[in-house]
């Protein structure tokens, strides 16, 4: 225990933990039950952002944390303001964020009898957070947030939750900050077991088509470099599904693209030919396996992750190796050696060639392929940070941009959560001010949190969203024209408003590009403006995302979708 | 396949909820699940019966594992184990019955708690298979209401499972 700073409200001792936590910006909204806590922070160092939704507060924390690495933190009121968090939380842990939500509650002398604004958050949240805590006593609340930070950030990152009752945040506490947390059911494991590395390493040896899998674990762990070294000694391809990307450079030569659905064909026909898949932080998602029975089928599995409960969970492993990607792979490195792999490089550098991720450009007009945007934007500034909503444009964002750099890719993997985007930016933003940011945007997800115009405006935060506007939630569409006869059932979300007038109502810079010509000045003109600014890109309407694996076939029947004229 | 888990817990409010939510969250069965106090009053234990094969019980005992209130999961093999369930049944009975249903309960070591003109409750302590032909044996006299506990289990011997 540290000496005591002395008496002073629960308030107060929250945001002294914060400030010992290193925070300096957190997101929210305020509200009844919040009332000591934000008069706490009205003369603090904090920079307190202020959203206007908060599910965006949510993700803008988690923004925060993609973009620099450290805890995001987001704070609601009791109620609505808690359950608004859910998405937030939900989508931090299915891909695994760290994230330390707080949220006011009705006093405990009330809690459990439906009091006005009350709802069990903690008890909502239980299966969506690593931990959560409902604080019942003042003084254990330096505790359980010097808890909270460390169980959010340590072993497998997640969300977690600290409710606060009124009466816990006015009631005058000794100040005590603990030096060290102690919690006997809570024992991460991070040292890999040697002998599974040099098994490992065994396997690589003798390997002939070797494939590194590798995901949101080898950018959480900082483990790219390590990962980059291993690929070349041991002259392996390397696939990283979406949460990974960036965790290996996309212009590398042995870089070979997303698996899965949407991967490219090269990465699924090299996992599904691989006698070895050196899996990295990844969890076998659906959308990566397809079929599972015949994911990788005449492949050893090496499995590398930090939560064993993800050994063999979907996929069986034959050599686990439990612990923190960065350090196995360190250690990897010294006892691995080259792979029997020259005909297998041969291999796939032929199916690069034969099979590369590729759209076709109208013949005649000026229309607007989406995938040309994705490529100007790289152009005119390839060490952007891009962030992500849901749907088509995502795709092709992880598709053609090429990622060099860990936490330049920002997107909602597991849950896939339409409206992400543009919170998570603001996020991103400021927590990498330098960076220029962009929400790659669908016309469908902007409007799920546009009100966060608002928010970049009074704030100042510069971030670019690209509207990709199809006229359509372009995913669903795709999905209906191929399974379901074209039947366009509510998907078709034309002319349904002007981004240009919306974003100048907000007092935000509003562009609109209709023609191919009119792409790269306009992002130009978005870059150099240094506000707030959408971008309404009127693209191809009915572009399909390609290539594609059905739902539920094996990975390597993909199929070519792009869309001549 | 069933298996026997012994979870030492943090005694504390909403630890219950946890691990049933995981369970059903996760689709896992459990046959039975008793909780109480151990010699630590600040730690619980759990007595977990759930049904699945090998892979499943890993996957259990790693989701157990990860909820930060779980300080330690044991799966407890039968051989090395004493395990014991409590049962209380209340028969139908009256004088033309009382004696032939008081001759089962000896058999089984089991003691009448409780006799009413129509009726009489057993308590029976045991393992599950004996619990199960003590209820065989009485449904014919009408088995009114009964309550059974779930199994408890210790292993044997000096070494315990503990945390
Ligand atoms: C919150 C939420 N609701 C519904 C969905 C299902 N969904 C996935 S993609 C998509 C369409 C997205 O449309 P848009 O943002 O315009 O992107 P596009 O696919 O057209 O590029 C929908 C509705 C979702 N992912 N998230
Ligand atoms: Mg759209």
């Known amino acids: 225990m540290t000496e005591s700073t002395g008496k002073m409200t629960g308030a107060r001792a929250l945001i002294e933990c914060l400030y010992r936590e290193g925070v300096d910006t957190i997101f929210g909204y305020p509200g009844g039950v919040l009332l000591p806590i934000y008069d706490a922070l009205y003369d603090s160092d904090i920079r307190h952002v202020l959203v206007r939704h908060e599910q965006a507060a949510a993700h803008a924390a988690e923004g925060y944390a993609r973009a620099t690495g450290k805890t995001g933190v987001c704070i609601a009121t009791s109620g609505p303001g808690a359950t608004n968090l859910v998405t937030g939380i939900a989508n931090a842990y299915m891909d695994s964020i760290p994230m330390v939500a707080f949220t006011g509650q009705v006093p405990s002398s009330l809690i459990g009898n439906d009091a006005f604004q009350e709802a069990n958050i903690t008890g909502i949240t239980m299966p969506i957070t690593k931990h959560n805590y409902l604080v019942q006593d003042a003084k254990e609340l330096p505790r359980i947030i010097k808890e909270a930070f460390h169980i959010a950030s340590t072993g497998r990152p997640g969300p977690v939750l600290v409710d606060l009752p009124k009466d816990i945040t006015t009631e005058e506490i000794e100040f005590y900050y603990p030096d060290k947390v102690e919690l006997r059911g809570y024992n991460p494991t991070y040292r890999g077991n040697l002998q599974q590395i040099k098994k490992a390493a065994a396997e690589i040896k003798n390997s002939e088509n070797p494939v590194i899998y590798a995901g949101g674990g080898v950018i959480s762990s900082d483990a790219a470099g390590e990962l980059k070294e291993l690929a070349e000694k041991i002259q392996a391809p390397v696939t990283t599904t979406l949460t990974g990307m960036g965790g290996f450079p996309g212009n590398h030569s042995l870089f070979i693209g997303m698996p899965g659905m949407h991967g490219s064909k090269y990465a699924n026909y090299a996992i599904q030919e691989s006698d070895l898949i050196i899996a990295v932080g990844v969890r076998f998602d659906d959308r990566v396996t397809g079929k599972l029975k015949s994911f990788a089928a005449n492949a050893k599995i090496i499995h590398i992750d930090i939560d064993p409960a993800e050994i063999s969970k979907n996929v069986k492993v034959d050599i686990p190796i439990v612990g923190d990607a960065k350090g196995i792979l360190t250690n990897l490195l010294k006892y691995a050696e080259k792979s029997q792999s020259e005909e297998w490089l041969k291999k796939i550098e032929y199916w690069k060639k034969q099979y590369p991720l590729h759209y076709i450009e109208p013949a005649t007009g000026d229309g607007i392929k989406p995938q040309y945007i994705i490529e100007q934007i790289k152009e005119a500034c390839e060490d952007a940070i891009i962030v992500t909503e849901v749907g088509q444009h995502q795709m092709w964002a992880a598709q053609y941009f090429r990622y060099k750099e860990p936490r330049t890719f920002i997107s909602s993997g597991g849950l896939g959560t339409m409206g992400y985007g543009f919170p998570a930016s603001i996020g991103a933003k400021l927590g990498k001010p330098d960076k220029v940011v962009f929400d790659i945007s669908g016309d469908g997800s902007f409007q799920m949190n546009s009100q966060e115009l608002a928010t970049v405006v009074q704030e100042n935060v510069p971030v670019i969203i690209a509207i990709f506007n199809n006229g359509y939630l372009g995913m669903v569409r795709q999905w209906q024209e191929l399974f379901f006869d074209r039947r366009y059932s509510s998907t078709c979300i034309q002319d349904s408003v002007d981004f240009v007038k919306l974003a100048e109502a907000y007092g935000a810079l509003g562009l609109r590009a209709t023609k191919r010509d009119e792409v790269r000045p306009a992002i130009e003109e978005a870059i150099k403006s240094g506000r707030p600014t959408v971008i309404d890109f009127v693209v191809e309407c009915e572009e399909n995302v390609s290539p594609m694996v059905p739902a539920g076939a094996a990975i390597n029947e993909i199929l070519d979708l792009e869309r001549k004229e | ?163």
């Open chain 2, 1 to 163: 396949m069933r298996h026997t888990l012994s979870v030492l817990v943090e005694n504390k409010h909403g630890v219950l909820t946890r691990v049933a939510g995981m369970f059903s969250r996760r689709g896992y069965n459990i046959d039975s699940l008793t909780v109480g106090v151990t010699e630590d009053p600040t730690i619980s234990r759990m007595t977990i019966v759930v049904r699945g094969d090998d892979d499943v019980l890993e996957q259990v005992t790693k989701q157990l594992n990860k909820l930060i209130d779980v300080i330690r999961v044991t799966d407890l093999k039968s051989e090395e184990t004493v395990e014991r369930e409590l049962a209380l049944f209340k028969v139908s009975s009256d004088v033309s019955n009382r004696s032939e249903i008081m001759q089962i309960a000896d058999i089984f070591r089991a003691r009448i708690i409780d006799v009413a003109p129509r009726s009489m409750i057993i308590e029976v302590t045991g393992d599950e298979s004996k619990i199960d032909a003590i209820e065989q044996l009485l449904r014919p006299f009408g088995i009114r209401e009964m309550v059974r506990t779930g199994k408890v289990a210790l292993r044997r011997g000096a070494k315990g499972v503990s945390s």
